[in-house]
C-alpha cells in the first residue's frame, strides 16, 4: 500500500506500538473515567515511559526525535480510546503546553519544564484564554507586572485542559499595557506558588475524562526566569502555538470519527429493519459513502499539511483551512453515525453518544469555525 | 489568491522540479492560445478544432501518458495530470472536455488496448494533435448502467459490423476514431461487451450534434451505425473489464480538472467582489462574503488533497477505485457549488449572458453528471464497503 509521504514503515510500526498499548490498557477504562470526569495521573507517566509524550522532542531532553508523522499517528491512535478527553490531556501535554518551551525555552527552562513532562512526572498546562477572552487574543487582561527580578501576576484563565492537576502552566500575560499586540509575554508558572489557585473544575457537554479548570492568580510572584521567549513576544509565541495544536487536534478527531464510521458500519450490517440489515438500504449506503469521502478528504488534507511543515513550511492558511474542514466534516460524519444507531445511539453510554458529544469541541476549541474563517480571509487578501 | 500550498508545495509525493517547468509551459500555452479566445468560441459554439489539436499537439499536450515510440514524452501519469489541471484553467469547460477526450479517452483506450498496428493507426497521430479520438459508451438508454447496452457488433465475413445508437458522445462529430462499446454476446449481458474503434466516415455511420446547456464549445453528438465495419479493440467479451478500468483515469481526470476549474472560478469572483462596491464598500469586505469564501476555498484544498491521494495511488499501481469515486464526485460538487456561489455574488450581472461566470456555472453542472453521476460515485463508495 503507498503511504502518504508523511509516513515510512517505520510511522507504522509506532502505529501498532500505541494501538496494542491504547487497546490493553486504556480503552478498558473508557467508561469508567467518563463517569468519574477523570483518569488517573498513572497515565501521564505511562505515556512518558513509553517515550510517547516525546515523540518530536530531541533526545536530549529525553524526546524520541521523531517528526511531525510521529505526532499525527500519536494523535490517531489515541482516538481509539474512546475517550476524547484522555487524548486531548496528552496533547495538551505533549503537543500544545510543551512546544513553547523547546521553542522559545532557554536550557534551563528545558531541563526543569520540558524533560520532566517528556518523562510524564511533571503535567503541564495552557493558559491562554480567560472568562473575557478566547481566540480575541488581544483582550487578554491577566497582567505581569515587574517587580524587581519578579514578576507579579494576576487574573484568571478559562476552560484550561489539565488546570486542575497540573504542575506548572505556560500563560500568557498582559506585560505593557499600551503596546497592544506587542504588550505580552509568556511565563512557565508554577502551580504550587502562593495566590496560584484552581477556582473551580468545569462541568462540560462532552470531553468528560478531561479535568477542565478555571485557574485565578492572585498576585502569583515568579521569578525573572519564568520569562518564556522575549518579552512582547507572547502574541506571536502563542499564534505559533495554535498552529501545532490545530493540526493535532484535526488528526485526533478526525481518526476518531474514521472509528466511528468503522463500527457503525458493522452496526448497520447487523441491525435489522423491515426484514433487512438496515445497511441493505440504499439511503444509507450513500449516507456512508458521504461520510467515507468526507473523513478521507479531512484526513489527506491533515497529512498534506503536516508534511508542509515537516518540510519547513509555516503554512496558517492550509492549517486554518484543515481546521475548519475536519470540524465541519467530522461533525456531520459522527452525526450521522449516531443517528444511524436510532435510539441505542441516544443513551448515555453508548459508545457513539460520547464520541458525538466529544467531536462537537473541534468546531470550537483551539479557534471556532469563525475565527478560522477569518484567518483564512485573511490570509486570502480578504 | 485562493491557491494553496497543497498545489505546489510541498510535492506530495507527486510532483518533481521538471513536472513544476511542465505546469508553467502548458499554463504559457493555455493563456496565450487558449484562455484568450473562450469568449468568442463560446459565442460561435466552436473551436477552431483541427487548428487547436495540431498545436496542442506539437507542444505536446498530448503525450505525457505515452512512451517516446508512440511519439509521447512518457510513460508519466503525473505528467499527464498537470496537462489536465492546467487545461481547466482554460475558461472553456467544452474545450478543455474536447481536449480532454481525446488524451483520456479516446487515445487512452487505443494505448492501453491496441495492437501495435492499431496503435500506429491511431495513437501516434493522436499524440501528434494530427487525429482526434473519442469514446463512446452511453446509450440513449444506457449510462452508467452498462450492462443495458444495446448496440449491437457481429461477424461479417473476416470482420465485425456494428449496428445501434450511442449519444452524449464528447468529440463524436469531429473525431476521425471512435472507441466503440458494443454487445458481442447479448445473452451475456455486462460480460458480453466489446470495444471497437470505428472510422470517420466509414459506411453506416453518421453523427449529429447535440446542443448542450453547457461544454457549448465542445462537438457533443449522438452516433449512429448501421452496418458500420469496425476493428475490435482486445478481446472479444472483456469491453466491461476495459472500461472500468479506463474508468478509473477518466474519473481522476475530471476530479483534477473539476478542483483546477473551481479554483479559477473562485479567483475570479473575489476579483470581482472587490471592485464591485455596495453600500459603501466592495463587497469582498462584507463579513458573510470573507467567510463564504473562505469556505469554497478550504473544500477545494480538502477536494485538491483527496484527488491527490487518488492519483497517488493510481501512480502506485494499486487499486483506487474507492478514492477516484470520492475525488470525482467531491470535486464535482465542489466546483459545482463555486460556480453558484461565485454566480451569486455576481448579483444581477451574474444573470447576465455578458459575464463570463454564467458560462462557468453552466459548464461547472456537468460535472456531477458526465463520467457517472455523483449518485453513481456513491454506489460504487458504498459497494466497495461491501454493501
Not at chain 1, 363 to 379: F, H, L, N, P, S
Not at chain 2, 76 to 100: H, K, N, P, W, Y
Not at chain 2, 192 to 199: A, N, R
Request: a negative charge; proline letters at 4%.
Amino acid at each position: 500500500v503507498v503511504l502518504h509521504p508523511l509516513f515510512t514503515e517505520e510511522h507504522e510500526e509506532l502505529r501498532l506500538a500505541i494501538r496494542s498499548l491504547v487497546e490493553s490498557e486504556l480503552t478498558p477504562h473508557a467508561v469508567d473515567w467518563e463517569r468519574e470526569g477523570y483518569f488517573p495521573d498513572w497515565v501521564f507517566k505511562r505515556m512518558g515511559d513509553l517515550g510517547y509524550l516525546g515523540l518530536r522532542y530531541p533526545p536530549e531532553y529525553g524526546g524520541q526525535g521523531g517528526d511531525w508523522g510521529h505526532a499525527i499517528v500519536m494523535a490517531e491512535e489515541m482516538a481509539r480510546v474512546g475517550s476524547g478527553g484522555v487524548g486531548m490531556a496528552i496533547a495538551v501535554q505533549a503537543e500544545m503546553a510543551t512546544p513553547p518551551i523547546l521553542r522559545f525555552g532557554t536550557e534551563d527552562q528545558k531541563r526543569r519544564y520540558l524533560a520532566p513532562a517528556i518523562r510524564g512526572e511533571k503535567i503541564a498546562c495552557l493558559g491562554i484564554t480567560e472568562p473575557g477572552a478566547g481566540s480575541d487574543v488581544a483582550s487578554i487582561q491577566t497582567s505581569a507586572v515587574r517587580d524587581g527580578d519578579e514578576w507579579v501576576i494576576n487574573g484568571s484563565k478559562m476552560f484550561i485542559t489539565n488546570g486542575k492537576r497540573a504542575d506548572y502552566c505556560v500563560l500568557v500575560a498582559r506585560t505593557d499595557k499600551p503596546a497592544g499586540y506587542e504588550g505580552f509575554s509568556l511565563f512557565i508558572v508554577d502551580t504550587d506558588l502562593p495566590g496560584f489557585s484552581v477556582s473551580r473544575t468545569l462541568e462540560k457537554l462532552g470531553m468528560h475524562s478531561s479535568d477542565t479548570a478555571e485557574l485565578t492568580l492572585d498576585g502569583v510572584r515568579v521569578p525573572g526566569a519564568a520569562l518564556l521567549g522575549e518579552e512582547g513576544k507572547g502574541f506571536e509565541h502563542i499564534m505559533w502555538e495554535l498552529q501545532g495544536e490545530r493540526l493535532v487536534g484535526a488528526a485526533g478527531s478526525v481518526a476518531g470519527a474514521t472509528l466511528a464510521f468503522e463500527k457503525t458500519l458493522e452496526y448497520a450490517k447487523e441491525r435489522r429493519a423491515f426484514g433487512r440489515p438496515i445497511w441493505k438500504f440504499q439511503a444509507l449506503r450513500h449516507r456512508f459513502a458521504e461520510m467515507a469521502t468526507d473523513l478521507e478528504a479531512a484526513r489527506q488534507m491533515t497529512y498534506d499539511v503536516a508534511l508542509a511543515w515537516e518540510r519547513g513550511e509555516y503554512p496558517v492558511k492550509e492549517i486554518s483551512m484543515l481546521k475548519l474542514y475536519a470540524g465541519l466534516a467530522v461533525n456531520r460524519v459522527i452525526d450521522a453515525c449516531l443517528q444511524i444507531h436510532g435510539g441505542a445511539g441516544y443513551t448515555a453510554d453508548a459508545w457513539v453518544a460520547r464520541a458525538w458529544r466529544d467531536a462537537r469541541l473541534l468546531r470550537i476549541g483551539a479557534g471556532t469555525d469563525e475565527v478560522m474563517r477569518e484567518v483564512v480571509a485573511k490570509a486570502m487578501g480578504l | 489568491v485562493s491557491a494553496t500550498r497543497f498545489a505546489t508545495l510541498p510535492k506530495l509525493g507527486l510532483f518533481t522540479e521538471e513536472h513544476e517547468a511542465l505546469r508553467a509551459g502548458v499554463r504559457q500555452f493555455v493563456e496565450g492560445v487558449l484562455a484568450p479566445h473562450a469568449e468568442e468560441w463560446e459565442r460561435d459554439g466552436g473551436f477552431p478544432v483541427r487548428d487547436v489539436f495540431r498545436q496542442a499537439g506539437r507542444v505536446g499536450l498530448f503525450g505525457a501518458k505515452y512512451e517516446e515510440a508512440y511519439g509521447g514524452t512518457g510513460p508519466d501519469l503525473v505528467a499527464d495530470a498537470i496537462v489536465t489541471e492546467e487545461v481547466a484553467r482554460c475558461g472553456s469547460a467544452g474545450v478543455a472536455a474536447a481536449l480532454g477526450a481525446h488524451k483520456d479517452l479516446g487515445s487512452y483506450y487505443v494505448h492501453r488496448w491496441g495492437t501495435e498496428q492499431q496503435m500506429g493507426k491511431w495513437l501516434t497521430p493522436s499524440v501528434s494533435g494530427e487525429a482526434i479520438g473519442a469514446v463512446a459508451i452511453t446509450e440513449p438508454d444506457a449510462g452508467s448502467d452498462v450492462a443495458s447496452i444495446s448496440t449491437r457488433a457481429e461477424r461479417r465475413g473476416g470482420g465485425w459490423e456494428l449496428r445501434g445508437t450511442k449519444t452524449f458522445i464528447t468529440n463524436g462529430p469531429i473525431a476521425d476514431y471512435v472507441v466503440v462499446a458494443a454487445s458481442t454476446d447479448p445473452e451475456a449481458g455486462a460480460h458480453g461487451l466489446s470495444l471497437f474503434v470505428v472510422e470517420a466516415g466509414a459506411p453506416g455511420f453518421e453523427a449529429r450534434r447535440i446542443e448542450t446547456l453547457g461544454w457549448r464549445t465542445s462537438h457533443t453528438g449522438e452516433l449512429s451505425f448501421d452496418g458500420t465495419p469496425v476493428e475490435l479493440l482486445g478481446r472479444e467479451g472483456e469491453g466491461f473489464a476495459q472500461i472500468m478500468t479506463c474508468f478509473e483515469w477518466e474519473r481522476v481526470s475530471m476530479a483534477l480538472a473539476a478542483v483546477s476549474a473551481a479554483e479559477r472560478t473562485l479567483d475570479q469572483a473575489i476579483a470581482y467582489a472587490r471592485e464591485r462596491e455596495a453600500f459603501g464598500r466592495p463587497v469582498a469586505r462584507f463579513q458573510v462574503w470573507r467567510h463564504r469564501f473562505a469556505d469554497l476555498a478550504t473544500d477545494i484544498a480538502a477536494a485538491r488533497s483527496l484527488t491527490y491521494h487518488s492519483l497517488r495511488k493510481i501512480v502506485a499501481g494499486e487499486n483506487a477505485g474507492r478514492e477516484v469515486s470520492m475525488a470525482k464526485a467531491m470535486s464535482a460538487e465542489v466546483d459545482w457549488r463555486v460556480a453558484d456561489e461565485a454566480l451569486q455574488v455576481h448579483g444581477g450581472y451574474g444573470y447576465m449572458m455578458e459575464y463570463p461566470v454564467q458560462r462557468a456555472w453552466r459548464d461547472a453542472r456537468l460535472g456531477p453528471i458526465g463520467g457517472g453521476t455523483t449518485e453513481i460515485m456513491k454506489e460504487l463508495i458504498g459497494r466497495s464497503y461491501g454493501f
